[in-house]
């Protein structure tokens, strides 16, 4: 009974801890770019592909999706949505896809992190 009760007490404190900061990167102010005193800086962006898997699928001619994603001041990428379709859902997603994998260093406005939101272009271009 001892055992269940410390399990329990475990797995209580790690959803309510994820939980907290879930909320709390919820309750974060979001900057726009203008806003902050320093700019994120992205220090990895992976590439969307306009090519499927085996590359059976593809985009034709030439596109750009536009993607805004927020930038949590914890590291974290937080909210993305898709502004601007590039004509072709294959490579929408897969921009998507690659935002949600970004890499950055934090806004500072008053000398301290924040969260900001940008926008984020990815293009291809296919002979």
Do not use: W
Not at 21 to 38: F, G, L, P, R, W
Not at 59 to 75: D, P, T, Y
Not at 96 to 113: R, S, T, V, Y
């Amino acid at each position: 009974m001892k055992k269940i009760s410390i399990i329990f007490s475990i797995l209580f404190s790690i959803i309510f801890l994820g939980v907290a900061a879930n909320a709390q990167e919820q309750e974060d102010t979001i900057y726009k770019m203008s806003e902050v005193d320093e700019k994120p800086v992205v220090t990895k962006k992976p590439k969307a592909r306009a090519v499927g898997k085996g590359g059976r699928e593809h985009c034709e001619g030439e596109g750009k999706a536009r993607v805004r994603v927020i930038l949590h001041k914890s590291g974290r990428v937080g909210e993305i949505a898709l502004v601007k379709s590039s004509g072709c859902s294959l490579f929408d997603n897969s921009a998507l896809d690659a935002a949600k994998k970004i890499e950055f260093k934090p806004g500072k406005k008053d000398g301290k992190d924040v969260s900001v939101v940008v926008v984020m272009e990815y293009s291809y271009f296919i002979i």
